[in-house]
Structure formats: structure tokens, C-alpha cells
């Protein structure tokens, strides 16, 4: 995990003593990570894969954001 870490792919927080806590979030990072791993990807293509699919997550909420925000355009 502390390659991971250094790797960019998780960043726990920390307690006033150092140790490493991690959340719900990093959690479901580690399995997911864990899954790309099975599929043949070396960490390199990790990190990209995660980027991507946060990037994929951000631009569905900006999107549905903006369809909720304007009027509705039915004919």
C-alpha cells in the first residue's frame, strides 16, 4: 500500500502520529486497483485507468448538472 501510495493511487490521512488512515474511498480504490492488477495492467496503466474513470465520473455529474439546470426543451 505505501507503493501505491507513492505511486499517487491512494492518499490516506493521517493521524497527529504519522499512522495512515484509510477511508471508505481508499478502500474501494485498493479493490479496484486490486481488480486492474488481475486484468494483466502494471501500475503505470492503473493510474491512467483511475484518472480516467474519475475524469468519466466528474464530466457525467457536470453533465447531468447542466441537463437538470436548464429548462425542459420537449417539443
Do not use: F, H, I, W
Not at 474511498?25 to 483511475?50: F, M, P, Q, T, W
Amino acid at each position: 500500500m505505501r507503493l501505491y501510495e507513492r505511486r499517487g493511487l491512494l492518499t490516506p490521512e493521517r493521524t497527529e502520529g504519522g499512522t495512515r488512515q484509510y477511508s471508505e474511498s481508499d478502500l474501494a480504490v485498493l479493490r479496484r486497483v486490486g481488480e486492474l492488477l488481475d486484468e494483466g495492467l502494471n501500475l503505470a496503466g492503473v493510474a491512467k485507468v483511475l484518472e480516467l474513470e474519475m475524469d468519466n465520473a466528474r464530466l457525467r455529474r457536470q453533465l447531468k448538472r447542466s441537463r437538470s439546470a436548464r429548462p425542459n426543451d420537449s417539443v
